[in-house]
């Protein structure tokens, strides 16, 4: 009896502490997780990757055609969280935990053609990087021309930057200011929204 209660002790107060010391601020976001962890996560997840994703080869060209199609795509759906040249610079990036990383950077470069695919196809679970795959054999391929554009990023020119921007999902507000603004510049007599004053 007297054994019983003092392991109901021991267990109250770890729940106690666990409460109070480890779990307050458990389940935020803010903060980096440490460099141990990231390098320990990497590793795991070098290993949870099926090795036939691991070794797959890049079954698409790395063709200007399919690189050109691959910056539409990932302006158009990958930038808003990971910035136009990859840095992972945007509004939302740093604020993931973990982090967005820099696509430019060792870490990722140093990842195979197939684990790159794996990671757009099937996402990272506990963190904000969804999974793209569809079933599509055809968005498959645009997946794996991603690869490719990633393995570009590391010298993307100011001049495809620039062109990412025009490709970057608008808000309406730009939209509505852009369609004015290009009704205006073809010479339609009409006011862009933004300097109407009545
Ligand atoms: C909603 C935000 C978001 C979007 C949109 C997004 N990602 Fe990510 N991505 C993340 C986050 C967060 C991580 C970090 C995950 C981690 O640390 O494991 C990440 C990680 C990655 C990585 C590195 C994986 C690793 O091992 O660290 C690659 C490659 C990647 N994303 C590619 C893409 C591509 C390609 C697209 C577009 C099809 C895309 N992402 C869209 C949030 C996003």
Same mark, same amino acid.
């Given at each position: ?68 199609? /691959? %910056?539409? @795509? +990932?302006?158009? &759906? ?8 990859? !840095?992972?610079?945007? =509004? ?52 794996? /021309? %991603?690869? @490719? +554009?990633?393995? &570009? ?8 930057? !620039?062109?990412?921007? =025009? ?32």
């Amino acid at each position: 009896m007297k054994k019983l209660l003092g392991i109901g002790a021991v267990a109250v107060l770890g729940l106690i502490l666990v409460v109070t010391w480890l779990l307050p601020g458990a389940f935020s976001a803010k903060g980096k997780p440490p460099e141990w962890e990231v390098t320990m996560a990497r590793f795991a997840r070098h290993l949870a990757t099926p090795s036939q994703w691991r070794d797959a080869k890049n079954p698409v060209e790395a063709s200007a055609e399919n690189l050109e199609e /691959a %910056l539409h @795509h +990932f302006a158009d &759906h990958c930038a808003s969280c990971h910035a136009n040249d990859g !840095s992972g610079k945007t =509004e939302m990036g740093p604020n993931f935990y973990p982090p967005v990383p820099d696509l430019r950077t060792e870490p990722i470069q140093s990842m195979s053609d197939g684990e790159l695919f794996y990671v757009i196809h099937f996402g990272v679970r506990f963190t904000g990087m969804p999974a793209w795959g569809s079933g599509d054999p055809e968005k498959d391929m645009g997946s794996w /021309a %991603l690869v @490719h +554009f990633i393995r &570009h990023l590391p010298n993307i020119t100011p001049e495809e930057i !620039s062109q990412m921007k =025009e490709l970057n999902p608008k808000t309406a507000q730009e939209r509505a200011e852009q369609e004015a603004m290009d009704a205006f510049l073809a010479g339609e007599d009409f006011v862009p929204p933004s300097e109407h004053h009545h």
